[in-house]
């Protein structure tokens, strides 16, 4: 109206959705679910993998011949001709034929496993399906033993050897990036060559995926100091077959969720698991503390039976918290800078722009993330602001003058732009930089104790 004394401009600052990528997880199947391979399929309880596993094939014949049993299915089996395979075999008369082996694929609808022993002749043909799918059905048993609070997904990767399964897992993460933050890794993936092979890919500290691995007595050294992407874990040896106990430590850490108090994986609770026996035990268990191996242990020594996780480091010797917290604040800075930057362009009234007030707020977001990883407990100091030259921030720094801070600098408009003036034309600053320590929690604890006869 031309009368109109106030008018009135409104712009929308959008703000970010939280990132679930922390929260967010893989139980890895090679043939034990009905979806096609590559399929993410969303579990939200236990029941929810019912109606996706596998369903058993029948058996038309089973003959025992010089310690190898030849098994013809019905109908097609589907695996692929010279695979190796564990196979569950159930329902057969004589029960001798029953059991878990490793099976060779020799054609469509047929397959041997050795048997030293003759059952006889098979009278009540049974079923068989892929050792996998018990597997699977352990770990997400096991998964949800824990609670509910958070769900998991199922990868198919489609049935095959454990190298064909890394090879599908490699092609998968190849094709969604940055889907899955933490994948729980069959049994059979232990030790094997390819496998720890790949896991060089992720050993960077911007690589933000794990790997949650079984392992045993034999083959837990094949993981090295470099491997901060693994977490290593060795059963109970009396644990029963529907137990799969690195599902509970990794049902722990996606369960996570900064905003609130963020607890360590040392000593964390777990539940529906076998702690490792102790007696007789203590030397081997030193060498696998040594060797950042967890176990499954109990709170005795605290007065407490729950069952706990000792000591819930990953493979290079870091508490899984420390690699966890480093990759939250690597995944809210961008987050919140990307943020800022896209508002800012398109608010018409105060926009964004590239200069000494642009940099202050971006300056201003990123020690917003530093502050609420220390109000969550993934990092500990007193968090500053600086606006230093780049060069003289790095000096400090390795003089020992951060020490017990959590810094955020960012270097001037006209220093910076003097230093590189070239980017100024295309929109680039590189004058970011931060000082962030992980928090940590105890491990040892040493009390010193004198006594005395004096009254």
């Keep these: 109206m031309a009368n109109q004394i106030v008018q009135v401009n409104v712009t929308q600052q959008l703000p970010p959705a939280p990132s679930t990528l922390q929260r967010t997880g893989a139980l890895i199947s090679q043939g034990g679910t009905n979806t096609s391979a590559g399929t993410l399929t969303l579990l939200t309880q236990l029941s929810s993998l019912t109606p996706i596993l596998a369903a058993a094939k029948a058996i038309t014949s089973m003959t025992w011949s010089g310690s190898v049993v030849t098994v013809t299915t019905t109908a097609p089996h589907g695996w692929t001709s010279g695979d190796v395979i564990g196979v569950v075999i159930s329902g057969v008369t004589p029960a ?74 490699t092609s998968f993460i190849t094709a969604n990036p940055g889907v899955i933050y933490s994948y729980l890794v069959p049994r059979e993936w232990d030790a094997n060559a390819p496998f720890l092979s790949f896991l060089a890919n992720y050993e960077s500290t911007t690589a933000k995926t794990y790997f949650f691995v079984t392992t045993t007595t034999g083959n837990y050294s094949s993981y090295t100091p470099l491997m901060k992407c693994v977490f290593a874990l060795i059963q109970a040896p009396t644990a029963p077959t529907t137990e799969f106990s690195c599902a509970a430590p990794f049902y722990v850490t996606l369960n996570w969720n900064p905003g609130y108090q963020v607890t360590q994986l040392s000593f964390a609770y777990v539940y529906g698991v076998t702690p490792y026996p102790t007696q007789g035990n203590s030397a081997l268990l030193a060498t696998l503390k040594a060797a950042y191996i967890n176990v499954i242990g109990t709170g005795a020594e605290g007065g407490i039976s729950n ?63 530093f502050s609420t990883a220390v109000t969550s407990g993934l990092a500990i100091g007193q968090v500053v602001q600086t606006a230093l030259p780049i060069a003289q921030f790095q000096q400090n720094f390795n003089a020992g003058l951060y020490k017990n801070q959590l810094v955020i600098n960012a270097e001037p408009f006209l220093v910076y732009t003097t230093e590189n003036p070239n980017d100024y034309a295309i929109g680039k600053y590189a004058g970011l930089a931060g000082v962030y320590a992980p928090s940590t929690g105890f491990r040892q604890i040493i009390f010193n104790i004198s006594d005395t006869l004096f009254i």
């Design 96 to 169: 001798g034929y029953n059991g878990t082996y490793q099976a060779s694929v020799t054609g469509t609808s047929t397959f041997t496993f050795p048997l030293v022993s003759n059952p006889g002749s098979v009278t009540v043909q049974g079923t068989v399906l892929l050792a996998d799918e018990s597997e699977l059905l352990a770990m997400a048993t096991t998964f949800f033993a824990q609670g509910s609070a958070n769900s998991v997904y199922v990868l198919e990767l489609g049935e095959g050897t454990a190298t064909e399964g890394v090879t599908a897992l």
């Design 307 to 369: 069952a706990i996780v000792f000591w819930g480091t990953t493979a290079d010797g870091n508490v899984f918290n420390y690699w966890y917290s480093t990759d939250w604040v690597q995944i809210n800075a961008e987050l919140a800078l990307a943020n800022a930057v896209i508002n800012g362009s398109n608010n018409p009234i105060a926009p964004l722009l590239y200069s000494q007030n642009g940099i202050n707020t971006l300056h201003d977001v990123a020690t917003a993330v």
